[in-house]
């Protein structure tokens, strides 16, 4: 099976929730943006894989191509809560490892509304929200992050302290939806929404478009291309094995720890191989969770590891670089692609300012809740 | 006035007799679930579904304190995930404690309640008996 290359990739300036133009024309920006970074044309993309959330039934993938280029070819339309553009990108890597086509386009793409995702409840009967606890993201991702406290003591401070560190990665990235500083008495002192998770802790909510182009590895020799190109040494997806407390607290740990394993024996790396991660901190408590899932520490260091400036840029494997969710914003069906964006721009040395210096394998993690696991591990390869 | 009804399937309202928690358990494997359904999603078994009375003893084992929710909810309150005493794990509103972080143990023992779903009525009109967690 070849192997699969990212040759274009890019991300538009995430902005505020609702503030975008129509969802057709937000996903075209960030497909010709990837189209220019590797100088291809939409008539030499074989196939098309479209991620987005919001307007999952709307034919998002194929109004795309109508405002940049009707070629006729086949469109797939995809849908997996937060790990929506990871996909996407996956559905597209596996196309090219199957053998079908040499080069194909993946794009994800959302227009965000405000406020709290989650706790809608539905059915009949009353409303269950505030009578049943709370089933809202932060509140989730709380209980998520108070597990953590429960075994190791984690603090509300520790916590904290991812938001500042993303909040500081950001005002290294324009494409970022805030570039603020923000002091951990800010993080701590900002209105507590679902402890531990104060407003600072939660991600943004915007509006925003990634896209990548996948290519063979002959097709990439024979355009000549391998120069810029990031090479896909693991791909996989996974869901949520069951856990007992499953019904009522979704469990985003054993599948991230299940994705991880299978990704670095996919790409015959450890853990400790990894020069940089994006990885989803929808909630500052889930970045210290993941931590330990994804193997950059041991069970209970997590805590430790935040503390000591390891995953700051200049640490040993700084995460979250771009910014993060909490920073750069999680436009849903897009946040996956835009991760792999920031990967490979740190694997081309492209990343300015905020360049993790000597980058030759990235690894990006998303979660969809619910729950979905998608981690990639990216290799440099010139 | 109608009988107040059951909040969620798994709240069993006996005509005569205490309130109580139900949990499917699945007879091949130990599993308990909330909610009725026919297999079960650990081990795969089918029609080895058998109902089961859940304790009203249990312990905290998570919880986060809610400050921001919708228009008409009241905050903050305590969201909870409680491990109920021979099995079955459920969520609700921990209440007869502050709402601080301080006052609040992992683990510390509680009890399910039943009282009246906090005013709240369908549309037509039907009041609601829910669930909720107490310090014992």
């Given at each position: ?12 300036k995430?902005?505020k ?7 057709e ?17 939409i008539?030499?993309?074989e196939?098309l ?24 070819i ?21 196309a ?32 269950k ?28 401070e520790q ?5 500042v560190k993303n909040?500081?990665?950001s005002?290294?990235n324009p494409?970022a ?6 002091p ?11 402890y531990p ?12 478009s990634?896209?990548a182009?996948?290519?063979s ?5 024979a ?9 896909v ?24 720890r ?7 024996e996919?790409a ?7 020069n ?5 901190d929808?909630?500052a408590?889930?970045e210290?969770?993941h931590?330990?899932?994804l ?25 979250n ?8 914003g ?7 692609i835009?991760?792999?964006?920031e ?21 990006t ?18 | ?7 969620v399937?798994?709240?069993?309202l006996?005509?005569s007799?205490?309130p ?7 007879s ?6 909330l ?5 079960c999603?650990?081990c795969?078994?089918?029609e ?10 249990g312990?905290?084992?998570v ?17 909870a ?21 301080a ?10 309640v ?16 829910s ?6």
């Amino acid at each position: 099976m070849s192997d699969v290359y990212v040759v274009g990739i890019d991300m538009i300036k995430f902005m505020k929730a609702g503030s975008g133009p129509a969802v057709e024309l937000l996903g075209a920006q960030a497909a010709l943006m990837a189209l220019d970074d590797c100088g291809l044309k939409i008539q030499d993309m074989e196939a098309l894989y479209c991620g987005n959330l919001g307007q999952a039934g709307a034919m998002v993938g194929q109004r795309v191509l109508q405002q940049i280029g009707q070629t006729g070819i086949p469109v797939v339309n995809c849908a997996n809560a937060c790990a929506t553009g990871a996909t996407a990108f996956r559905e597209g890597w596996m196309a090219i490892k199957a053998g079908v086509y040499d080069t194909v386009l993946a794009v994800g793409v959302e227009k965000m509304g405000g406020g709290l995702l989650g706790g809608g409840g539905g059915g009949g009967g009353i409303p269950k929200e505030g009578l049943l606890g709370s089933m809202t993201m932060p509140a989730v991702f709380a209980e998520a992050g108070q597990e953590h406290a429960r075994k190791y003591g984690t603090t509300f401070e520790q916590f904290a302290k991812v938001s500042v560190k993303n909040h500081h990665h950001s005002t290294l990235n324009p494409k970022a939806m805030y570039q603020i500083e923000t002091p951990l008495e800010t993080v701590m002192g900002a209105e507590m929404i679902a402890y531990p998770n104060t407003k600072l802790m939660c991600s943004v909510n915007v509006d925003g478009s990634a896209a990548a182009v996948l290519m063979s590895e002959k097709k990439v020799k024979a355009l000549g291309l391998m120069k810029r190109a990031v090479r896909v040494k693991a791909s996989v997806l996974t869901s949520d094995p069951w856990q007992e407390r499953d019904l009522v607290m979704p469990d985003v740990n054993t599948c991230t720890r299940l994705a991880a394993k299978k990704a670095y024996e996919m790409a015959g790396v450890s853990a400790q191989d990894i020069n940089l991660v994006e990885l989803h901190d929808c909630f500052a408590t889930a970045e210290i969770l993941h931590y330990e899932n994804l193997g950059l520490c041991g069970d209970g260091e997590a805590g430790h590891m935040i503390d000591s400036g390891a995953t700051a840029l200049g640490g040993k494997v700084p995460v979250n670089v771009s910014g993060g969710l909490l920073s750069k914003g999680h436009p849903l069906g897009a946040t996956g692609i835009a991760n792999v964006y920031e990967v490979a721009t740190h694997l081309r040395g492209e990343a300015g300012k905020r360049q993790v210096a000597n980058a030759r394998l990235g690894m990006t993690h998303v979660i969809g809740l619910g729950s979905a696991c998608a981690i990639h591990i990216l290799e440099k390869v010139a | 006035m109608s009988k107040p009804l059951p909040a969620v399937d798994y709240l069993k309202l006996p005509e005569s007799g205490e309130p109580y928690l139900e949990g499917p358990k699945c007879s091949a494997c130990g599993s308990i679930y909330l909610g009725a359904r026919k297999v079960c999603s650990k081990c795969g078994a089918r029609e080895k579904i058998e109902p089961v009375r859940l304790a009203n003893e249990g312990h905290l084992y998570v919880y986060s304190i809610v400050h921001r929710s919708f228009p008409g909810i009241q905050v903050p309150y305590v969201s909870a995930i409680v491990d109920l005493e021979g099995g079955g794990t459920v969520k609700g509103n921990l209440i007869g404690v502050d709402a601080d972080p301080a006052k609040i143990k992992f683990g510390m023992p509680v009890r399910v309640v039943y009282k009246d779903a906090l005013g709240r009525k369908d549309r037509e009109g039907n009041s609601y008996t829910s669930y909720f967690f107490e310090p014992r």
